[in-house]
Structure formats: C-alpha cells, structure tokens
C-alpha cells in the first residue's frame, strides 16, 4: 500500500466515527425529549420538519405546532446555509 492512501483511510474513519457519534447524539436528545415528555404529565408540542431530498414534510402536534415548525425550518435552513458555506471553503 503506497503513502496516499494512508491518510485517506484515517479521514474516512474519522468521518465515520463523527457520523456514527452524530447519530448517537441525535438519538439520545430524542429519547430524553420522549422520557421527559412521559414524566411531566403536561401537555407537550412537537414541530419537525423531514427532508426527502428536496421535498420538506412538516409534521407538527400540541398546542403550537406552527410555532415549533417555524423554528424547525429556520433552523434547517441556517444548517443548509452552514453546510454550502464550508463547502464553498473546502473547494480552493
């Protein structure tokens, strides 16, 4: 194996670990939104919006679930502006 691909290999673990601890995180932030939700006995909303490729299904439930999907797309949008930006960096 020559010298270039040493280093390849090193980032593409390193990117799996950050994805696979991305997933982690995302999945314990979901489970103690649930856990807290079932302990307080009060009423809850909950606004996301899913991205299938272009296309955005907003799904919301509770008292204010316009709200909660309002903060959603502003938040998705700023991590898509995030992402366009550090890929604009990377290509020099």
């Given at each position: ?24 995180v ?12 079932v ?18 299904i ?35």
């Open positions: 194996m020559g010298t270039s691909s040493e280093p390849e290999s090193g980032r593409n673990r390193i990117l799996w670990m950050l994805l696979v601890a991305g997933t982690a995302a999945l314990l932030g979901i489970a103690i939104i649930i856990l807290a939700s302990l307080s006995g009060g009423s809850t909303s909950i606004g996301t919006i899913i991205f299938i490729g272009p296309i955005p907003i799904i919301g439930s509770g008292s204010n679930p316009a709200l909660l999907a309002l903060i959603a797309a502003i938040i998705a949008l700023a991590i898509g502006v995030m992402l366009l930006a550090i890929r604009k960096r990377t290509r020099i």
